[in-house]
Structure formats: structure tokens, C-alpha cells
């Protein structure tokens, strides 16, 4: 998504984040910025303007660590992992990544290695098969269109499918 200060890219991509975690049980994602204070302070401040606190109540099995980046839905199991890429460390820890969906927030603020984080994660996508997906969304894709398409490259299990999402603002008007 591209558009200017306050169009609401932030706050969509997060509600799809929180609508695959809940829609799909186990699903695993990630949101990540390249600075590690503007994750905490907008994205994820955003992240949980939006999630409701009942998604994840520790007393239903849920749990929220801001200081460990970590969010497991409580219902769904799913888990969210908040990863600022500014951390000399990001890239190692991105490649060893199993995930369904993912949110770079503020894609440009890092154009020197965008490119490589963004390929990276783009290759881990798929690849969590501890998702589960809901059999009525396979019966409906059966139905519809003969097979369901989001299957583990390696398991051929069926996977929730992979969402690859940026935000940025515009560099000209």
C-alpha cells in the first residue's frame, strides 16, 4: 500500500494480520520496521489499537510481549512476531523464518536493503505448515475451483495462503 501520512495503510494491513490469524488456527506472521522505537511506538501502537484485548487474554491462553515482540491469539493460537530490521541480527533470524503473512510498515525507510529483506521474507512465506485451514474454505475452493492452491512445498499439506504486505509513503506527489 502506498499513500500519504494518515490514509489508513497501517491500520488495513493490521486488520488483515489480525483477520488471518483469526480466520486460520496456528497461522504464524510478522510485522516488522526498521526502527526498533518507531515499531513499538506507531505499528505496533496501531497493531493494538485495533486487536482486541480478548484476541489475546492471557486467562483464555493468549499472551502479549512487547519486550520479546511476541503475540499468541488466544482462540486461534496464532502467533505474530514483531521484528524491527534494523537489528544487525534481523536478516540471520528472518531466514531461519517459517511464516504465512507479513507487514513491513514504512518500507521506504530503509531503501539500501528493502529489496533483500523483502525477498527474504517472501521466501519463507508458505513454508509454517502448523497452520490449519478451516475445511469449509477447502470445500469452498474445491467446489469453486477444483483444488485448494496453498500447499506446503515440502508436506503438500494444505497452508493458509501467503500474504506479502508493505506499506510506504510515496517519495514524489
Not at 512487547?66 to 514483531?82: H, P
Not at 467446489?143 to 497452508?159: F, I, S
Amino acid at each position: 500500500m502506498s499513500g500519504g501520512w494518515g490514509s489508513g495503510k497501517t491500520f488495513g494491513c493490521c486488520l488483515k494480520g489480525i483477520a488471518l490469524s483469526t480466520e486460520y488456527r496456528r497461522n504464524r506472521g510478522v510485522v516488522a520496521r526498521h526502527v526498533g522505537r518507531d515499531l513499538r511506538d506507531t505499528t505496533m501502537a496501531t497493531w493494538y489499537k485495533v486487536c482486541p484485548p480478548r484476541l489475546y487474554n492471557p486467562k483464555r491462553g493468549g499472551r502479549r510481549n512487547d519486550q520479546n515482540g511476541y503475540l499468541k491469539f488466544a482462540d486461534s493460537e496464532s502467533e505474530v512476531l514483531f521484528v524491527h530490521l534494523d537489528d544487525p541480527e534481523a536478516a540471520g533470524f528472518i531466514r531461519g523464518l517459517e511464516i504465512n503473512w507479513f507487514l513491513i510498515d514504512q518500507g521506504e525507510e530503509n531503501p539500501d536493503h528493502m529489496e533483500e529483506l523483502f525477498d527474504m521474507l517472501c521466501g519463507r512465506l508458505g513454508r509454517w505448515d502448523v497452520a490449519e485451514v478451516p475445511q469449509r474454505l477447502i470445500e469452498e475452493e474445491v467446489r469453486d475451483h477444483g483444488a485448494w492452491p496453498y500447499l506446503h512445498p515440502e508436506t503438500a499439506k494444505p497452508v493458509p495462503p501467503p500474504y506479502a504486505m508493505v506499506c510506504c509513503n510515496p517519495d514524489v506527489e
